[in-house]
């Protein structure tokens, strides 16, 4: 896979060099484990900006906990297979203002691929031969 990064057009090695920076190639566990906390990270620093009001858009609504709020929020996004944001914080996820939504999309998207180079990796680790 390194030396098919190589080879090509740059379009033809970007899935590649894609792979390669998010997984080392599918044999790394530690890789997507930090692209996941970064993501979030990211989530819970805008999540939580938002739900404790510092910045200009504040929620109309109090919340009591907004740094639990927050990690909860940013959790539920990066694993939408689970369905915790659909059970547990549906008024959260509506209440949100369009840019902090289409960020737990992104979010939501961008976690996927890595849960799967996590499993990937994993797999590459116990793989009996």
């Given at each position: 896979?390194?030396?098919?990064?190589?080879?090509?057009?740059?379009?033809?090695?970007?899935?590649?060099?894609?792979?390669?920076?998010?997984?080392?190639?599918?044999?790394?566990?530690?890789?997507?484990?930090?692209?996941?906390?970064?993501?979030?990270?990211?989530?819970?620093?805008?999540f939580w900006g938002y739900f404790s009001g510092c910045c200009v858009p504040a929620p109309?609504?109090?919340?009591?906990?907004?740094?639990?709020?927050?990690?909860?929020?940013?959790?539920?996004?990066?694993?939408?297979?689970?369905?915790?944001?659909?059970?547990?914080?549906?008024?959260?996820?509506?209440?949100?203002?369009?840019?902090?939504?289409?960020?737990?999309?992104?979010?939501?998207?961008?976690?996927?691929?890595?849960?799967?180079?996590?499993?990937?990796?994993?797999?590459?680790?116990?793989?009996?031969?």
């Open positions: 896979m390194h030396f098919a990064g190589k080879i090509g057009s740059i379009w033809q090695r970007l899935p590649y060099l894609l792979f390669g920076l998010f997984s080392e190639y599918g044999y790394s566990i530690l890789r997507p484990t930090l692209w996941l906390l970064g993501v979030w990270a990211l989530g819970f620093a805008a109309h609504d109090v919340i009591e906990r907004p740094m639990g709020s927050a990690m909860a929020l940013s959790f539920s996004n990066l694993f939408p297979l689970f369905g915790f944001g659909r059970t547990f914080l549906l008024e959260e996820l509506k209440a949100l203002p369009a840019v902090l939504q289409f960020f737990s999309g992104v979010q939501s998207v961008a976690s996927l691929p890595l849960l799967f180079f996590l499993g990937l990796g994993l797999r590459q680790r116990f793989r009996l031969r």
